[in-house]
Antibody, heavy 117, light 109 residues
Framework: EEQLVESGGGLVQPGGSLRLSCAAS????????MNWVRQAPGKGLEWISF????????YYADSVKGRFTISRDDAKNSLYLQMNNLRAEDTAVYYC??????????WGQGTMVTVSS | ETVLTQSPGTLSLSPGERATLSCRAS???????LAWFQQKPGQAPRLLIF???TRATGIPDRFSGSGSGTDFTLTISRLEPEDFAVYYC??????????FGQGTKVEVK
């Protein structure tokens, strides 16, 4: 079964840092572009970052540029999101998501990040 | 930035009825880059349609997608109890790389 499992969420103070991880299984991880998408409580979906195969190309949404860093370790079938200088508005469920044919076809179950003092 | 506007915000229907959901883009979108998702409370989104009209694996044929340019539609031919959920359209390309509509909630009348 193709699966993505996120971890690393939690409660952090404003200005703090957190690193999210996503473990992939059931498919050839290094063949796929990956993304992070988030959803604030009661709100819609917001794409925040993209990483191409072999990390050739990386993109960020303006809302996180300069604060968040996406990376991947193909040997470990893992995707990461380093989040620094966190703000209250970063509070959301963070989803790891696989890109296939210009659509996100596999989503993880999500990990909650709460930024609050 | 391509903005996707979904309508209506909420659709109140009964099981067995037909649901028609609209997604309008602020500028032309290639059909290749338009997708639809379903999301139920507490769950991750699920891909329904990609390429504007191709059903994803395992999606029942009561779901269909159509449209081109700036106007796209998701149709559920006959609502089943499990279809009551929030639906999002999504487009790829430009900046930001992906954008989502604000969602349409299909609720039981």
């Amino acid at each position: 079964e193709e699966q993505l499992v996120e971890s690393g969420g939690g409660l952090v103070q404003p200005g703090g840092s957190l690193r999210l991880s996503c473990a992939a299984s059931g498919f050839i991880f290094n063949a796929y572009t990956m993304n992070w998408v988030r959803q604030a409580p009661g709100k819609g979906l917001e794409w925040i970052s993209f990483i191409q195969v072999s990390s050739h190309t990386i993109y960020y949404a303006d809302s996180v540029k300069g604060r968040f860093t996406i990376s991947r370790d193909d040997a470990k079938n893992s995707l990461y999101l380093q989040m620094n200088n966190l703000r209250a508005e970063d509070t959301a469920v963070y989803y790891c998501a696989r890109d296939h044919r210009y659509a996100i076809d596999i989503w993880g179950q999500g990990t909650m990040v709460t930024v609050s003092s | 930035e391509t903005v996707l506007t979904q309508s209506p915000g909420t659709l109140s229907l009964s099981p067995g009825e037909r649901a028609t959901l609209s997604c309008r883009a602020s500028q032309s979108v290639s059909s290749t880059y338009l997708a639809w998702f379903q999301q139920k409370p507490g769950q991750a989104p699920r891909l329904l349609i990609f390429g504007a009209s191709t059903r994803a694996t395992g999606i029942p044929d009561r779901f269909s997608g159509s449209g081109s340019g700036t106007d796209f539609t998701l149709t559920i031919s006959r609502l089943e109890p499990e279809d009551f959920a929030v639906y999002y359209c999504q487009q790829f390309g430009g900046s930001p790389l992906w954008t989502f509509g604000q969602g349409t909630k299909v609720e039981v009348k």
